[in-house]
């Protein structure tokens, strides 16, 4: 069974930045691609990014692109959300996700994704 621990999340101004870790257990990360979502209050959740699990393919939400960035350390088995330039919309909760590599799967579909951490609030002042 796969766990996720999402962790680095607070409350910062607008502009700042901040970086959430996700470490993962029970499994190694290179069959699985690991994304974050996010869900701000009253609206659904919504995919931000995305890392396939060698590392070498990222995907982006267009609201975070230029923004963000999604890198992972297989081997401390680790997905890293750096996020700069923050603004007050970006505040939200914001999930880790792994999911098993599939054909019928795309690692910006939240259906895709297998494993869930718990969340960690990000909250963006402005």
């Known amino acids: 069974q796969v766990q996720l621990v999402e962790s680095g999340g607070g409350l910062v101004q607008a502009g700042g930045s901040l970086r959430l870790s996700c470490a993962v257990s029970?499994?190694?990360?290179?069959?699985?691609?690991t994304g974050w979502f996010r869900q701000a209050p009253g609206k659904e959740r919504e995919f931000v990014t995305a890392i396939s699990g060698t590392g070498g393919s990222t995907w982006y939400a267009d609201s975070v692109k230029g923004r963000f960035t999604i890198s992972r350390d297989n081997a401390k088995i680790t997905v890293y959300l750096q996020m700069t330039s923050l603004k007050p919309e970006d505040t939200a909760v914001y999930y880790c996700?792994?999911?098993?590599?599939?054909?019928?799967?795309?690692?910006?579909?939240?259906?895709?994704?297998?494993?869930w951490g718990q969340g960690t609030q990000v909250t963006v002042s402005s």
């Open positions: 029970g499994d190694t990360l290179s069959t699985y691609f």
């Open positions: 996700a792994a999911g098993l590599v599939r054909t019928s799967n795309h690692p910006t579909w939240d259906v895709s994704y297998d494993y």
